[in-house]
């Protein structure tokens, strides 16, 4: 019997496609340098910045530091817009996903997020229409944890009260989430639903994982 599902949040629930984004590249730009000279900082921080040892705004000046750059407002500016982009994914959330998780919240079952997140989204996560859904919240910049390490999905099922196969994982795939959340014991689903937005990058299809076409899809496994 499946007692919880527990979802990741970015390109499952909501997705920065349908809203535009501001990613390396933007704020390069912003910051009057090459994306090439960014990231030969930006990429080397991804696992500090995702389980909480730096925040944005620190990593931000980190660069411009490195770049000679000293300017307050380009700073700020900076961190505004990162921020701004990430209200707007969360402005914009999907009625089938919001119909799909108060379906699951009349069939009693307990709904749970686990998020690879940065400092900057953590706020918006949890000032969203969508946080008052989740039974537990698993963020990676809190827990200092981050996906496909099978601690935090341990620390969701604990905090849920379930067994690993009272559990269904839903996720789009990234950070090797389903391949984790089967060898945690949960049966995983691929949220296929916005694959189709995804404009940056070819999306993966997971064959060995049944996947999910709609939203709504998610509610023939509850039982």
């Given at each position: 019997?499946?007692?919880?599902?527990?979802?990741?949040?970015?390109?499952?629930?909501?997705?920065?496609?349908?809203?535009?984004?501001?990613?390396?590249?933007?704020?390069?730009?912003?910051?009057?340098?090459?994306?090439?000279?960014?990231?030969?900082?930006?990429?080397?921080?991804?696992?500090?910045?995702?389980?909480?040892?730096?925040?944005?705004?620190?990593?931000?000046?980190?660069?411009?530091?490195?770049?000679?750059?000293?300017?307050?407002?380009?700073?700020?500016?900076?961190?505004?817009?990162?921020?701004?982009?990430?209200?707007?994914?969360?402005?914009?959330?999907?009625?089938?996903?919001?119909?799909?998780?108060?379906?699951?919240?009349?069939?009693?079952?307990?709904?749970?997020?686990?998020?690879?997140?940065?400092?900057?989204?953590?706020?918006?996560?949890?000032?969203?229409?969508?946080?008052?859904?989740?039974?537990?919240?698993?963020?990676?910049?809190?827990?200092?944890?981050?996906?496909?390490?099978?601690?935090?999905?341990?620390?969701?099922?604990?905090?849920?009260?379930?067994?690993a196969s009272e559990c269904l994982y839903v996720g789009d795939g990234g950070s090797h989430e389903l391949e984790a959340a089967f060898e945690a014991g949960m049966k995983p689903l691929q949220a296929k639903w916005f694959l189709k937005e995804n404009n940056r990058s070819n999306p993966k299809v997971y064959d060995q994982f049944q996947g999910l076409e709609k939203?709504?899809?998610?509610?023939?496994?509850?039982?």
């Amino acid at each position: 019997m499946v007692k919880a599902v527990i979802f990741d949040m970015f390109e499952t629930l909501v997705t920065h496609y349908r809203t535009g984004f501001y990613f390396g590249e933007n704020i390069a730009k912003d910051m009057g340098i090459s994306e090439k000279k960014f990231r030969e900082i930006w990429d080397t921080t991804d696992d500090d910045r995702t389980i909480g040892k730096l925040t944005f705004e620190d990593t931000i000046k980190t660069i411009m530091e490195a770049n000679g750059i000293s300017s307050e407002e380009i700073l700020k500016t900076i961190v505004e817009n990162r921020v701004f982009f990430k209200r707007k994914v969360f402005a914009q959330l999907d009625e089938d996903v919001l119909d799909m998780l108060k379906s699951l919240k009349d069939a009693g079952v307990k709904i749970a997020l686990i998020s690879n997140c940065f400092s900057e989204e953590v706020g918006v996560i949890k000032e969203s229409a969508l946080f008052s859904f989740f039974d537990v919240t698993m963020l990676s910049y809190e827990q200092g944890v981050k996906k496909p390490d099978l601690e935090i999905y341990r620390r969701a099922m604990q905090a849920l009260g379930v067994e690993a196969s009272e559990c269904l994982y839903v996720g789009d795939g990234g950070s090797h989430e389903l391949e984790a959340a089967f060898e945690a014991g949960m049966k995983p689903l691929q949220a296929k639903w916005f694959l189709k937005e995804n404009n940056r990058s070819n999306p993966k299809v997971y064959d060995q994982f049944q996947g999910l076409e709609k939203p709504q899809d998610l509610l023939s496994y509850i039982k």
